[in-house]
């Protein structure tokens, strides 16, 4: 299957939404989305176990996180190249393959530093999944579909971050962290082999034309435009800001006045279904409205639930994780889609680079909002992350408005690589 992929393609128009073809494309992708980011996050719901069994801060324990993201983020760009040259397919099972076995072997590592290690090369290992995943789709999928799927595609890294989560939590609580997060890479692995076996062959790009560092730069430049840089600014402050509450929301449960268990902390993850809901939505939503207003939407909504949090009462605390999950996930299924779908001639690149900030957002912000947190506590954290949804949505009005006067919100997606 995965060798087909080098023999040259027929022109492809694309897969039309609920053709067979289009539906096995997705449901290959969801599996993506799980394995990738249930093993990427396991460590989120076990923070606090980790630090006091370690004795460490909340925000070194938060590298666990940080750790496997920046590796992620400095793997994007170069494995988006070598997808390049040696498939979309390919790429993504080998990423796989290689960070599953090394998630299973990590926590074991005798001390924290060499776990670090561990998790950093997991991380470079997973940055062929969003390197070409998108473009992938963008690439297989017809133009007019191409924003509900990924909005799918982003529903399965949410079942994925929340499966990872609540598998890790009970077992971890019972027999240590370690095996909670050993429990995850067997999941992941599982997934990694369905992919192998169900993914379709590429139809709509053929390895190995873009062969010269030349070629490669002169992508890269297109895809540095103002305007795609506004996209990937949305990645790095809202993806950062998200990851910095769930990182530390655990710490505010499981202290007072609260005083919740570990494993009842972790429920709260069960936010993410918002998030599979909401990306989804957002993906027919923009498709109908257009991205801009569906984009800044979801960014109010994030908002609004990340200043729920600092109520001091539970139902409505988890109300907040509800509506940051819904609107985070909308958000980042308009803007992932948007930068993969964009500059047609650099579409791995564009992808590329949206990842690259996305996960140096999400390392340094997830690492960072823990220091308000030793500080000042929860108000202070909460605080920095409405910074961060502020800034974000700033940029898009300045920067992704749509150009044309009167228009009600930004071109529909059908209409062309600019909307």
Known sequence: MISQESVPQPPHSGYARRSPEYRRLLAVLFAVGVAMFAQLYSPQALLPDIARDL???????????????IGLAVAVLPLSVLADRVGRV????????????????????????????????????????PAVALAYLNEEVHRTDAA??????????????????????????????????????????????LFALMAPRSRGFTPGRQGSVRAVLVKLRRAMTPRLGAMYAQGALLMGGFVAVYNFIGFRLTA?????????????????????????LAGGIAARRGRFPTLLASTGVMAAGVALTLVHALPLVIAGIILTSGGFFAAHAVASGWAGFEPAEARTQATGLYNVFYYV???FFGWAVGL???A??????????????????????VLLRPRTAGARGSPKVSSGPRS
Not at 108 to 127: Q, T
Not at 149 to 164: D, E, F, H
Not at 268 to 274: D, Q, S
Not at 376 to 397: K, R, S
């Open 256 to 280: 007072p006045p609260f005083n919740l268990s570990p494993t009842v902390a972790a429920f709260v993850f069960l936010g993410y279904l918002a998030g599979t809901v909401t990306s989804t």
């Open 372 to 374: 308000p947190l030793h």
């Open 148 to 193: 509900r799927a990924a909005g799918v595609y982003v529903a399965g890294t949410t079942i994925g971050g929340l499966s990872g989560r609540l598998i890790a939590a009970p077992l971890g609580e019972l027999w240590g962290w370690r095996v909670g997060v050993l429990s995850v890479a067997l999941v992941c692995g599982v997934a990694t082999v």
């Open 90 to 129: 390919r790429m993504i099972w080998v990423s796989l393959a290689g960070a599953t076995l090394v998630g299973a072997l990590s926590p074991f590592a005798p001390f924290f530093g060499l776990v670090l290690a561990g998790r950093v090369l997991e991380g470079l290992l997973l940055g062929g999944v």
């Open 55 to 69: 004795g460490i801060s909340p925000a070194r324990a938060a590298l666990m996180i940080s750790m496997s993201t």
């Open 376 to 397: 000042v506590g929860w108000t202070g954290a909460a605080g920095l992350v409405l910074a961060l949804c502020a800034a974000a949505a700033l940029t898009g009005i």
């Open 361 to 363: 957002g999400s390392s």
